[in-house]
């Protein structure tokens, strides 16, 4: 299983490009890796926080020492750098996962729901890295909302982590992957009802509701959710791919309606 330092060492490698640090900065964080890789932690800390010293803008440095310090069980002392980092790099996305762990393992709930949330935004735009992340995203959001006493939004990311685990149980195909699916499905649409009567104003509950029973071939309470869904209040509470596929849907509903 992976923890959040050995993530996040994985993830320096994909760091985004930054502008080229002085020779002398670069040369204390490759000796830093070098130090991490070989379990010198102490030692890497010492390269890594030179580094940042030699120049304060090499923020692969930051992420490297985040690493380092979390190798060393430090989890506060490697906040301040992974909030840094993110903050030059939000496009880095990937790190957010890590990081709402530590904020977690900290007891900074509401922090870490805010990282996970913005990690849903930025990886439904793409398809490989959702499938990989979002049903382990979903049951951390859900986690955190039975610690917080937010059952709304316990009861949401259930129902959706259960509707994606549904998805790709389908997918992957066999003997029960249907029967398996439509359990699933069923216990999705359990929660997502709830969450729903929790906040009707919400359109999140709604639109998953409509693809739940979409999948369930159940045609009526389908159109009746992405009615729901349509005129919601909180229709600004999806996220941009969720808001992006309900236009897409409400698209295709008025062209059939036209075509008859």
């Not at 923890?3 to 320096?12: F, M, N, Q, R």
């Not at 926080?49 to 430090?74: E, I, K, M, N, W």
């Not at 030059?88 to 900074?108: D, G, Q």
């Amino acid at each position: 299983m992976f923890t959040p330092s050995t993530l996040l060492i994985a993830l320096v490698l994909t760091a985004p490009a930054e502008a080229a640090p002085p020779p002398v900065a670069v040369q204390a964080w490759q000796k830093g890796q070098e130090a991490l890789d070989a379990d010198r932690l102490d030692e890497a800390v010492g390269q890594f926080r030179l580094a940042l010293r030699l120049d304060p803008a090499f923020v692969r440095a930051r992420l490297s020492l985040a690493a380092a310090h979390l190798a060393l069980g430090q989890d506060r002392e490697s906040v301040p750098q992974l909030a840094a980092y993110l903050k030059a790099r939000p496009e880095h996305f990937l790190v957010r996962m890590p990081y709402a762990e530590v904020l977690s393992r900290l007891e900074r709930h509401t922090e870490a729901r805010s990282q996970l949330e913005q990690f849903v935004v930025a990886v439904q735009q793409n398809q490989r890295l959702a499938d990989d992340h979002l049903v382990a995203c979903h049951t951390r959001l859900m986690e955190i909302g039975e610690r917080l006493g937010d059952e709304y939004g316990e009861r949401l990311h259930r129902g959706i982590g259960l509707h994606l685990l549904a998805v790709k149980r389908l997918e992957a195909g066999g003997p029960t992957a249907k029967a398996r699916a439509e359990e699933l499905l069923c216990k999705s649409a359990a929660e997502l009802t709830i969450a729903r009567l929790l906040e009707p104003s919400e359109a999140r509950p709604w639109w998953y509701l409509h693809l739940v029973w979409n999948q369930l071939g159940q045609s009526h309470p389908a159109q009746k959710s992405l009615n729901a869904a349509e005129t919601c209040l909180g229709i600004d509470q999806l996220t941009p791919a969720e808001r992006r596929d309900l236009h897409l849907r409400l698209e295709t509903r008025t062209l059939s309606t036209l075509r008859r």
